[in-house]
């Protein structure tokens, strides 16, 4: 598979085997990701791989503080709106999905079913958090993304699907007291990370992007 079809073709995986992935093919994808660029190089990015009975541990805590109603504090705040123009795609996205899965966008519990769903790492047997020191700067952030992508295209290309998970940092603090990771870090994103169950083609959903026209201004 060359780059750009490798680029193509990855998405979101939500469906996993649970076999593990070979720490090497771990380390592999993750070495890769460590070439990604930095604002002077500073590779402001380090990960825990939670796998195993540690991961499940995970899972349980995360439910728990869910179902008591406790309220998220992630790291990275929530945004607390959009302009309308990308509220719209945001939607689209949404309602487009739904409909593929047979979703009921009026069930009153939707957020909850989906964070719980997201907690238990869509049956991944890896979840992959991406931290930092949380004193740097905002640029930081933007590296960490650079990090993330170069990882989910390296894993894609060794057949190991990923997704990206804000939703997983809810708890940061709990999150970080249970991984050992000190206060002085900020988790950016959690990436469940496996091989891909199968999807039957009727049931797989891609995600759509925009015309090309719509975001280039040609200036010459
Ligand atoms: C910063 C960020 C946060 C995301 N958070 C979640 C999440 O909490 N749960 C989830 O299932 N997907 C999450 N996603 C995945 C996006 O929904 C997905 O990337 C987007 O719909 C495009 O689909 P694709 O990845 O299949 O191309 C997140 C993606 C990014 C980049």
């Known amino acids: 598979m060359d780059a750009i079809e490798c680029i193509k073709s990855r998405m979101s995986i939500r469906k996993f085997k649970p076999d ?3 720490s090497d093919i771990l380390k592999k994808i993750i070495s890769t990701a460590q070439r990604s660029p930095s604002y002077k190089n500073s590779q402001p990015w380090e990960v ?3 796998s195993g009975a540690k991961k499940d541990a995970l899972t349980e805590l995360l439910i728990g503080l869910l179902e008591k109603g406790a309220p998220p504090q992630p790291d990275i705040p929530e945004p607390a709106g959009w302009p309308q123009h990308i509220d719209a795609r945001i939607k689209k996205t949404f309602a487009e999905r739904s409909a593929k899965l047979g979703v009921n966008i009026n069930d009153p ?3 909850k079913k989906a964070k719980r769903a997201n907690f238990r790492f869509y049956g991944a047997p890896h979840c992959i958090f991406v931290f930092q020191d949380r004193d740097l700067p905002s640029w930081s952030i933007f590296d960490a993304g650079l990090f993330c992508q170069t990882l989910m295209v390296a894993a894609h290309a060794e057949g190991i699907g990923t997704v990206p998970q804000a939703f997983v940092i809810d708890y940061s603090a709990e999150i970080r007291r249970f991984l050992s990771i000190g206060d ?4 950016v994103i959690a ?3 496996g091989y ?5 083609p009727s049931k797989l959903f891609v995600t759509g992007r925009e015309p090309l026209d719509s975001i280039i201004k040609w200036i010459e």
């Open 20 to 22: 593990p992935v070979p």
């Open 48 to 50: 825990a791989v939670v």
């Open 109 to 111: 519990d939707l957020v």
């Open 184 to 187: 002085n870090k900020r988790l």
């Open 191 to 193: 990436l469940s990370t």
């Open 196 to 200: 891909p169950e199968q999807i039957e």
